[in-house]
Nanobody
Framework: QVQLVESGGGLVQPGGSLSLSCAAS????????MSWYRQVPGKERELVAA????????NYADSVKGRFTISRDSAKNTVYLQMNSLKPEDTAVYYC?????????????WGQGTQVTVSS
């Protein structure tokens, strides 16, 4: 059974930090690109950050470059999103996504989402 379980969301003041985690199970973690998306009501879900299946290569939305860092721990089957210098416009539900590569190409899995609210 495939599971992606996000945690770490919450309420934080502008300028603060949060660290999100996404624990994966039920699939071959090392063969999946892992990414974080976010969505606010009435808008499309947007890519925030992604990290290659083997780690190393990352990419970020322009709006979060220099503030957010994505990483993965293959031993724990977990992907992280460190968010610093948070702004009110970062408020959204954050989703973890797994995208299959190679033999697993075409397979996509989503987590249930975790709410991040940036407000004073």
């Amino acid at each position: 059974q495939v599971q992606l379980v996000e945690s770490g969301g919450g309420l934080v003041q502008p300028g603060g930090s949060l660290s999100l985690s996404c624990a994966a199970s039920g699939f071959t973690f090392s063969m999946y690109v892992m990414s974080w998306y976010r969505q606010v009501p009435g808008k499309e879900r947007e890519l925030v950050a992604a990290i290659a299946s083997a780690g190393g290569n990352t990419n970020y939305a322009d709006s979060v470059k220099g503030r957010f860092t994505i990483s993965r721990d293959s031993a724990k089957n977990t992907v992280y999103l460190q968010m610093n210098s948070l702004k009110p416009e970062d408020t959204a539900v954050y989703y973890c996504k797994a995208t299959g590569t190679s033999y697993y190409y075409g397979r996509n899995y989503w987590g249930q989402g975790t709410q991040v609210t940036v407000s004073s």
